[in-house]
């Protein structure tokens, strides 16, 4: 499969990237056991064969180790690929697998990229977001944490996750923000009230974390799926039985979109992110090469004005059962 993704540029920012990028985290972390070292290094490798060259990984997954994984996959692409990783997770000091709260002090933000620049075996980091919104240290002293990073020539560009409007606004005044990673698809349609506006009016890149809804929009879960306990989807308000049972109206919707184009459930629902905005730039992650190929095939699929409507109205009435996460994450998140 030799055709080439088109590229995207996030915001206004001079960061070209392929139109989707690759989530890591599941390889490592959160979804289950973690995948075997040597696949999943191959699976990184085949990805920027495929035409990917935009990774996603941060410093809390694992922790520490699916930074290891990536920055080892990636050595022999040295500039030619862009590495995200985040800061911002205070880490169990006893070396616990958890994370215990949110860190965003100026000293942990300096420490963090030193020891995910070891990591990753890289220069400088290519996009630095804030993983969580750190309610205890103003923003402004963040964006200034990182942008002396940034003139010292150890990071590139600055993003920020799961923040708001607001927070956005006031990150960027300091230093200008390149891209937000918040959760955006089909099943999780807040950021089109405010977050889409403020980003388009700034100038910043939008990255959609799980724009498959955690693997629920591809169609092959139902209330007869089983998760693991190691999986964290079990916690999760939007994955009991009755939640699955009642959004697979979601799920006939983009089948029917899907019939008709020849495509798969997931690359419609994909292929409706990239049609949003110019700069949006989904990060699907996979631990599996047919599902990577599947996900790439999304950004050859374009879907008219007609079929986005159809798409739309149908979704926006279609009440979606069950929170993103559980009570005590949910206000871990600046929305």
């Known amino acids: 499969m030799s055709t080439q993704i088109q590229k995207r540029r996030l915001g206004n920012s001079n960061l070209e990237v392929s139109a989707i990028g690759l989530g890591c985290m599941g390889m490592s972390f959160a979804y289950g056991a973690a995948g075997d070292k040597k696949e999943m290094i191959s699976l990184i490798r085949s990805s920027v064969e495929h035409g990917i060259n935009f990774f996603d990984t941060a410093e809390v997954y694992g922790p520490f180790t699916n930074e290891e ?63 969580r919104v750190d309610p205890n240290v103003p923003i402004e002293e963040v964006a200034g944490a990182v942008k002396d990073l940034i003139q010292q020539g150890k990071v590139k560009h600055f993003g920020l996750s799961e923040a708001g409007a607001k927070t956005i606004r006031r990150a960027h005044a300091v230093q200008p923000v390149t891209a937000l990673q918040n959760e955006y698809s089909l099943w999780t349609r807040e950021p089109e009230l405010e977050i889409i506006p403020t980003l388009e009016e700034l100038g910043i890149g939008f990255v959609p974390f799980s724009p498959l809804g955690r693997g629920f929009l591809a169609g092959k879960m139902n209330e007869n799926t089983k998760l693991d306990s190691s999986d964290f989807r079990s916690t999760l308000p939007r994955f009991t039985p009755e939640a699955l049972k009642a959004n697979q109206s979601l799920i006939d919707l983009l089948g029917r979109v899907a019939e008709k184009k020849n495509a798969t459930v997931a690359q419609i629902a994909l292929a409706w992110l990239l049609a949003k905005k110019p700069w949006i730039v989904p990060i699907p992650g996979t631990t599996k090469l047919h599902r990577l190929e599947e996900n790439i095939g999304s950004t050859f699929i374009e879907l008219g004005p007609e079929e986005i409507t159809e798409i739309e109205d149908t979704a926006s009435k279609i009440v979606v059962h069950g929170a993103r996460y559980p009570a005590h994450i949910e206000k871990m998140t600046g929305l």
Do not use: C
Not at 92 to 111: A, C, H, M, R
């Open 69 to 131: 994984l990536v920055g080892e996959a990636l050595a022999p692409f040295k500039g030619e690929v862009v590495i995200a990783t985040k800061f911002g997770f205070k880490l169990d000091p006893n070396g616990g697998p958890k994370w215990v709260g949110v860190d965003s002090t100026p000293e942990n933000i300096k420490k963090v990229a030193e020891a995910s620049l070891k990591r990753l075996k890289v220069e400088a980091i290519d996009l630095f977001y804030q993983h």
